[in-house]
């Protein structure tokens, strides 16, 4: 049964920092591409960041670039994204979807909420 299950996520003030996991499980999780979409409330489901299987190219939308960290161990079948200097903007469910290539729907998380707020 293939799984992906998100956790980390909380509510952490403007400034601060989270870490979000994705443990991954029922398919080759090295083989596939991993991604962190995040939707807040009203607004459309946003790619955030995309990692690579193997080589470990990252990509990043502009809104999170130099303030997120995608990365991955896949001896753990796990997948991760560090988050520094929040702002109450990024504020959203986060999810972790795994595809095997860039167009494909792939599998999806059922998201972890972060709140950012004093």
């Known amino acids: 049964q293939v799984q992906l299950v998100e956790s980390g996520g909380g509510l952490v003030q403007p400034g601060g920092s989270l870490r979000l996991s994705c443990a991954a499980s029922?398919?080759?999780?090295?083989?596939?591409?991993m991604r962190w979409y995040r939707q807040a409330p009203g607004k459309e489901r946003e790619l955030v960041a995309t990692i690579t299987s193997t080589v470990g190219t990252t990509v990043y939308s502009d809104s999170v670039k130099g303030r997120f960290t995608i990365s991955r161990d896949n001896a753990k079948n796990t997948g991760y994204l560090q988050m520094s200097s929040l702002k109450p903007e990024d504020t959203a469910v986060y999810y972790c979807?795994?595809?095997?290539?860039?167009?494909?729907?792939?599998?999806w998380g059922r998201g972890t909420q972060v709140t950012v707020s004093s």
């Open positions: 029922g398919f080759i999780f090295s083989s596939f591409l």
């Open positions: 979807n795994a595809a095997q290539y860039i167009q494909q729907f792939g599998y």
